[in-house]
């Protein structure tokens, strides 16, 4: 298995294992699992072609069983934002999703980054011990934050970690 950077020419295997993600684990997401399927190839391509984001996927015997995506904002200079971390459910529990927030973590300090941050749905329990365990911080929670996909609004818990210690 190996960690790397998704090319454009990959953008249908990079689709696919999304919509996958989300079939498989709605919850997970606050993407919409039909807006995604409708999205274009030319808006796949751009998205993996931004510059200031990256998608990292995880690659087993050719096939994406795994995928985390990292962007810069303008509201956010210099502090990078995780996305999309999700692993294929018969692939949990061989540390490959330690392995993704690593490589967006190298990646973000390789442009100069001192800090990433992420948001995390407040319910998803799971999801923000794993991020403590990799040594994020809760900064902050914000009500109503999301919508999800009952249309119902919920809070965000926002994680962040320091790379400056782990240079």
Do not use: C
């Amino acid at each position: 298995m190996e960690i790397r950077e998704a090319t454009t020419k990959e953008w249908k295997q990079v689709r696919d294992l999304y919509l996958a993600l989300l079939k498989n684990d709605p919850e997970a997401f606050v993407d919409q699992y039909d807006e995604i399927a409708a999205l274009s190839e030319e808006r796949w391509i751009r998205g993996l072609e931004n510059k200031d984001a990256k998608v990292f996927v995880a690659v087993e015997n050719d096939k994406f069983i795994g995928m985390g995506r990292i962007n810069f904002y303008k509201e956010l200079p210099g502090i990078p934002v995780l996305h999309k971390l999700g692993v294929l459910s018969e692939y949990r529990g061989q540390g490959i999703a330690r392995k993704l927030v690593k490589a967006r973590e190298e990646w973000a300090k390789s442009m100069g980054a001192h800090k990433v941050r992420l948001g995390i749905i407040a319910d998803r329990l799971k999801t923000i011990e794993f991020s403590k365990k990799n040594g994020y911080k809760i900064m902050e929670t914000l009500r109503n934050r999301a919508q999800i996909k009952d249309g119902t609004w919920v809070d965000v818990v926002f994680m962040e970690k320091d790379l400056s210690a782990e240079r």
